[in-house]
Antibody, heavy 117, light 110 residues
């Protein structure tokens, strides 16, 4: 059974940084592209970033490019999202998800990030 | 990249069929057969219901179906059930090599 568990969320002051992790199990992590998706309170789902199987290719939504960095450690079956320069607009639940033909097949339960003074 | 356009809400009685539209442009929905649909119950992880416009993952009921015409994709729920009440989102691959979600539709079972 596929299992994705996000961690690393929490409260941070505007301008601060957080590093999210997504621990994967139940499938061959190193063979799957992976995504980060977020949902702000009361708002819809928004795609954030994706990474290929070996980490050599990454994509970002315009609103995070230059501030967020996606990476992975295939030896530890873990996906990361380094978030710098956080603002109130980045407050959201952050989900990791596996890729299937440019769709999001399996999802974690999410981790809440709150940027507030 | 602007979000794809979905109706804010759709409702139906048990047993009825409803259709949710998802309108984009030729740079996303109309340009690729990479439209997917997600069911999201608040507080839970979203669930993939349809991928590649029409395909259902294993375990998804066949009363969910997807289609596309031009720049608009659609999700049809036939034989509406109480447990289908949820938020539904479409998503598409784009010409910028990114992905974009729809604005979301709240489905209410009357």
């Amino acid at each position: 059974e596929v299992h994705l568990v996000e961690s690393g969320g929490g409260s941070v002051q505007p301008g601060g940084s957080l590093r999210l992790s997504c621990a994967a199990s139940g499938f061959t992590f190193s063979r799957n592209w992976m995504h980060w998706v977020r949902q702000a309170p009361g708002k819809g789902l928004v795609w954030v970033s994706r990474i290929n199987t070996d980490g050599s290719y990454t994509n970002y939504a315009d609103f995070v490019r230059g501030r967020f960095t996606i990476s992975r450690d295939n030896a530890k079956n873990t996906l990361f999202l380094q978030m710098n320069g956080l603002s109130a607009e980045d407050t959201a639940i952050y989900y990791c998800a596996t890729n299937r033909d440019h769709s999001f097949e399996y999802w974690g339960q999410g981790t809440l990030v709150t940027a507030s003074s | 990249q602007s979000a794809l356009t979905q109706p804010a809400s759709v409702s139906g009685s048990p047993g009825q069929s409803i259709t949710i539209s998802c309108t984009g442009t030729s740079s996303d929905v109309g340009g690729y057969n990479y439209v997917s649909w997600y069911q999201h119950h608040p507080g839970k992880a979203p669930r993939l219901m349809i991928y590649d416009v029409t395909n259902r993952p294993s375990g998804v009921s066949n009363h969910f179906s997807g289609s596309k015409s031009g720049n608009t994709a659609s999700l049809t729920i036939s034989g509406l059930q109480a447990e289908d009440e949820a938020d539904y989102y479409c998503a598409s691959y784009t010409s910028s090599s990114t992905l974009v979600f729809g604005t979301g539709t709240k489905v209410t079972v009357l």
